[in-house]
């Protein structure tokens, strides 16, 4: 099992949707949670970290499920420029190394 | 201010050659990473820079890759005896401190394609 799991996609949603991605991680010892985003063929820049109690920064949401092993992304009134990859990032405790997943690839269409 | 820049963009390279890959990251920041993306992946994890030494060397895949920082600024990673699963895009990121709650910056990458 690999330790930070994303589904792919990709998620063809029409602008003004709402969309959700999970991100499932498989060491419980996992500290530090992020999302980050990726334009094809640009390099990845942090859209927002992930806080335990869940952290909302405009039209995006993160949580954190440590229960369950899971963070996600909320994606509210969906608009074309959100058409990007989306990386989970994962740091386990005492580690300075993050783990990425694969990527969730979302396309937003008129 | 200045991000973090890599160059080349590109290097196309033959079968068993080397080749050396530059990355300048934002002054001051001392946690220097390297990682290799493939297409349809995420960015896995090759070396962890803490100044001038190579704090994580565990995700080189073997001893064909080698990276230095010598002055803690600008980090070189330098690949011998290319083959063609090499290729992929490398990426550079700095932070300004190691550790869990400091953002990766990330460079703009070296296409490198082995022919």
């Known amino acids: 099992r690999k330790e930070v799991e994303q589904d792919p996609g990709p998620f063809n949603v029409p602008e003004g949707a709402t969309v959700a991605f999970n991100c499932t991680y498989s060491n419980s010892a996992s500290q530090s949670f992020f999302w980050y985003r990726q334009d094809c063929r640009k390099e990845p820049k942090l859209l927002m970290s992930?806080?335990?109690s869940g952290n909302e920064d405009g039209r995006f949401t993160a949580q954190l499920n440590r229960a369950s092993q899971y963070i996600s992304l909320l994606i509210r009134d969906s608009k074309l420029s959100d058409s990007a990859t989306y990386l989970c990032?994962?740091?386990?405790?005492?580690?300075?190394?993050?783990?990425f997943g694969r990527g969730t690839s979302l396309i937003v269409h008129p | 201010g200045a991000g973090v820049s890599q160059t080349p963009s590109n290097k196309v390279t033959e079968k068993g050659k080397y080749v050396e890959l530059r990355c300048d990251p934002i002054s001051g920041h001392t946690a220097l990473y390297w990682y290799r993306q493939s297409l349809g992946q995420g960015p896995e994890f090759l070396i962890y820079?803490?100044?001038?030494?190579?704090?994580?060397d565990s995700g080189l895949p073997n001893d064909r890759f080698f990276a230095v920082r010598p002055e803690g600024s600008v980090s070189t990673l330098k690949i011998q005896r290319t083959e063609r699963g090499d290729s992929a895009v490398y990426l550079c990121?700095?932070?300004?401190?190691?550790?869990?709650?400091?953002?990766?910056?990330f460079g703009p990458g070296t296409r490198l394609t082995v022919t």
């Open positions: 992930v806080y335990s």
């Open positions: 820079f803490q100044g001038t030494g190579a704090a994580d």
């Open positions: 990121a700095s932070s300004l401190l190691p550790g869990q709650g400091y953002e990766q910056y």
């Open positions: 990032v994962v740091n386990v405790a005492r580690s300075y190394i993050p783990t």
